[in-house]
């Protein structure tokens, strides 16, 4: 099929057809396990090219892919045989500083909002990178750093201009398609592609980055000071996390902690180095081995922990009501499995604040959860799948007595149909399956934590 595609009518952008030289490289994903070949790829450059391409692909019945700027580690950006609707060349950002707005096309990554914002000290809760696609995170929820004090990504949505599967352009806010603009806060890219984005800004001067360092045995005890740290009340500016992970070759690491499993305590603090200090005292008082901290603009801070493409990734999720000693003690009993040495992370993050206020508004229960228990797994051989993706399972098993049943699904792959539901909720899900109806009747979008139209 793929040798008779033609390119699509008034589309102006580049197209690529396997055997092209620049075909290899632009079918490559985030996630290395992922190998799929497309008939086409349609790199657009304008939200016109967009609409063209979608046109195209029912027209000519073929399964279409969406690519934003992003990671898409279950491999949802590529198809096989398939059309590409590549966004990666849109990735314009309009800051208006006095109306603290700001305009996102739908390829940018959060390294290109955050700088564009940064000038004018303003910012949104992005990922916890600049390498994640800003339309893929915010459309799925937006978990990142700052949430507890702005609360998710998609809760600073003003508007979202889409290009539904008919081909037409529609703006979704609080004011038209408000059943859309609902369903667009965490269901996905179930309805249209996202060629842009509006955002609301708040003023952030500098945030101060801090991690921690012991031995992986210290593991009980400062995950531990942690969770009392935050279950005591803890500032909403303190974002951050527990995580054991391979010490990697940086200055800050001891040099007999490089290459081993460690466990790290992390603040993303919206605030001071000496405020910094002061609310995560607690953790300072354990002695750690290895610690850097730095305040600093917040676009800087976003890139400081950036993932390396290249791996191969699988990644899961639990939500947890409580935290209490078993679970703990579950979990770091599971870190013996965690791939190593590799750039695997075992995290388990804080929510409430901002997040929890929020729960009713929009269709994610999983807001109410106190607790995130994320294996993000990275490792470079094919021969470690299996045991990869069976730790990442079982810590999720492990952690199922004090689970909310709810997840997060920008934190999971593939799971089943299943797991899309517990997404949303029952309830949540029925209504968007409604939304889906009006908006992709026939299912056109469906590479993505599927939501089935009613």
Not at 13 to 38: C, H, Q, W
Not at 326 to 336: G, H, N, P, S, Y
Request: charged share 20%.
């Amino acid at each position: 099929m793929s040798d008779t595609m033609q390119r699509p009518v008034g589309f102006q952008g580049g197209v690529l057809r396997p055997g092209d030289p620049s075909y290899d490289e632009a079918r490559t994903v985030f996630n290395s396990m992922i190998d799929k070949r497309p008939g086409m790829i349609a790199q657009c450059e304008s939200a016109a090219d967009v609409a063209a391409a979608v046109r195209y692909g029912v027209t000519e019945g073929l399964e279409i892919a969406v690519r934003g700027g992003g990671h898409s580690v279950a491999g949802a950006a590529v198809t096989d045989g398939g059309i590409v609707v590549d966004l990666r060349k849109l990735t314009k950002v309009q800051v208006d500083p006095d109306a603290r707005i700001a305009r996102v096309e739908g390829g940018a990554t959060w390294g290109d909002l955050d700088g564009a914002c940064q000038p004018y000290n303003l910012a949104t809760t992005g990922g916890r990178v600049s390498t994640t696609g800003v339309a893929g995170l915010t459309l799925g929820g937006g978990s990142g750093w700052l949430e507890r004090k702005f609360g998710l990504a998609c809760d600073s949505l003003v508007s979202v201009e889409l290009v539904t599967a008919e081909g037409e352009t529609v703006i979704a806010d609080e004011n038209q398609n408000t059943e859309l603009f609902w369903a667009l806060h965490g269901g996905g890219g179930n309805f249209g592609v996202a060629t842009a984005l509006t955002f609301r800004l708040r003023p952030l001067p500098a945030v101060t980055l801090a991690i921690l360092l012991w031995p992986a045995e210290s593991g009980p005890e400062v995950i531990r000071a942690y969770r009392d740290l935050m279950d005591a009340g803890a500032p909403e500016e303190l974002g951050g996390g527990v995580i054991y992970l391979t010490g990697p070759p940086e200055e800050f690491v001891p040099q007999h902690l490089q290459g081993e499993r460690l466990v790290g305590a992390a603040a993303f603090n919206a605030g001071t180095e000496a405020e910094t200090r002061e609310a995560f005292a607690p953790m300072f008082a354990l002695a750690p081995e290895g610690q850097m901290v730095a305040e600093m603009p917040y676009a800087a801070a976003q890139s400081a922990l950036d993932d390396p493409p290249g791996f191969r990734n699988y990644w899961s999720a639990e939500h947890l009501s409580e935290f209490p000693d078993e679970a703990v003690k579950a979990f770091c009993d599971r870190a013996a499995d965690m791939p190593h040495p590799s750039p695997s992370q075992q995290l388990v993050a804080p929510w409430g604040g901002a997040v929890a206020r929020d729960a009713d508004k929009w269709p994610l229960p999983h807001r109410q959860a106190d607790w995130v228990i994320h294996p993000f797994g990275l490792w470079s051989d094919a021969a470690d799948d299996a045991a990869g993706i069976r730790w990442a399972r079982d810590l999720c098993k492990d952690m199922k007595p004090w689970a909310t049943g709810a997840v997060y699904l920008n934190f999971i792959g593939d799971e089943g149909h299943d797991r899309v539901v517990a997404g949303f909720g029952k309830e949540n899900y029925d209504r968007m399956a409604q939304v889906k109806r009006e908006f992709d009747p026939g299912n056109v979008f469906h590479l993505n934590q599927n939501i089935r139209p009613a």
